[in-house]
């Protein structure tokens, strides 16, 4: 062959490699992102849409980014009717993560007997709360070692079906326990707490409760201070979002509505909320009435990331600018100018 030519050739092949290596996937998109207060353009770009990554899920929830991993990061997140977590990274799509994630018993359990919410702690294990197994257990995700079992229990009586969780610097984590993963839900015979609670393990293990004030206790966050822990109630005839002062203790002080049914009222909004996060400039992502209402620190309603469907939880990743949010069979994303802290 013609040296120029072969040149030539190699020219065109390092071109088309560079190419296919810097191409980008093209998701389809579902929804629309509702503005209703300006602040909402500092936070979500006009141009940001609502990407589905995959689908086919009986209910996703729970999602976690994990910075560090053997091949890169990755975001996890559960199936809770498949008893599944499943890993997703841009490169290698959707795999299966861990099965079972949430019930380990031999008889079949209810229709969600897997785990729900997922958090990493500051040691860099997955706390996950597990429906079947009615716990909140940390697995290491590098090294060796299986599941701990930090807490099953309060005062003796078995948890309902830990839902989602948050992790403190102080090394503690607040829970919410609400009856969705019991296979009779709030009529199960198995049932032993006397309500539906949010719950604190202390470093050393040791249970106390935050309230049993709530009739569906779900999605949990702290402020960026850490001083303030929110709770989402799924209740649709009372969607409160709450928040708590911490106290030296831990311990919760005397609590506040920071978004109620007055205000899902005035946005023409029904339903319960679900699973919830914070930016670092405290603003909420809380999901609720079919895609995730993004409110300022002090409860004013910004927008709506309206995915048209129910939508259970959301989580930052990436370089914490990306909100990747469960919604249903989805699995889906949208690029902020926001970060998560």
């Known amino acids: 062959m013609n040296p120029k030519l072969s040149f030539l050739s190699g020219l065109a092949l390092l071109a088309l490699t560079l190419n296919l290596a810097t191409a980008q996937t093209t998701y389809p998109t579902i929804g629309q992102i509702m503005r209703s207060d300006p602040r909402l353009d500092k936070l979500i770009p006009k141009d940001a849409r609502i990407e589905v990554l995959a689908s086919g899920f009986t209910w996703s929830e729970g999602p976690v980014w994990v910075k560090q991993g053997s091949t890169g990061p990755y975001l996890l997140f559960s199936d809770v009717p498949q008893n599944t977590i499943f890993k997703w990274t841009e490169k290698d799509g ?38 079947g197994d009615r716990r909140v257990s940390a697995m290491p995700l590098t090294g060796t070692g299986g599941k701990k079992t930090l807490a099953d229990n309060y005062n003796g009586k078995r948890f309902n079906s830990p ?89 919760a002080g005397k609590e506040r509505i920071v978004f109620g049914p007055e205000g899902m009222k005035k946005q023409g909004l029904a339903g319960g909320f679900d699973g919830m996060k914070v930016d670092r400039d405290g603003n909420l992502w809380a999901t609720g009435a079919g895609g995730v209402l993004v409110l300022s620190p002090t409860g004013d309603f910004l927008g709506h990331i309206n995915i048209g469907g129910a939508t259970a939880n959301c989580a930052w990743g990436d370089d914490g600018s990306t909100l990747y949010i469960t919604a249903d069979m989805y699995l889906c994303r949208v690029k902020t100018t926001a970060r998560g802290w």
Do not use: W
């Not at 719950?199 to 569906?216: E, F, Q, S, W």
């Open 94 to 131: 959707l795999t299966t993560f861990m099965k079972p994630s949430g019930y380990t018993g031999v008889e079949p359990y209810g229709d969600e007997p897997g785990s729900n919410g997922l958090t990493i702690d500051a040691q860099g294990r997955l706390i996950a709360c597990e429906h």
């Open 163 to 251: 839902n989602d969780v948050v992790a403190h610097t102080d090394g503690s984590y607040y829970f919410t326990d609400p009856p969705y993963g019991m296979p009779k839900k709030e009529k199960d015979p198995s049932r032993e707490t006397d309500g539906f609670g949010v719950y604190r393990i202390a470093p050393n293990g040791k249970v106390t409760l935050i309230t049993y004030d709530l009739t569906r206790p779900n999605g949990i966050a702290l402020s960026p201070d850490q001083k303030n822990l929110y709770v989402a109630q799924s209740d649709p005839d009372r969607p409160v979002i709450m928040a708590y002062p911490l106290l030296a203790d831990g311990s």
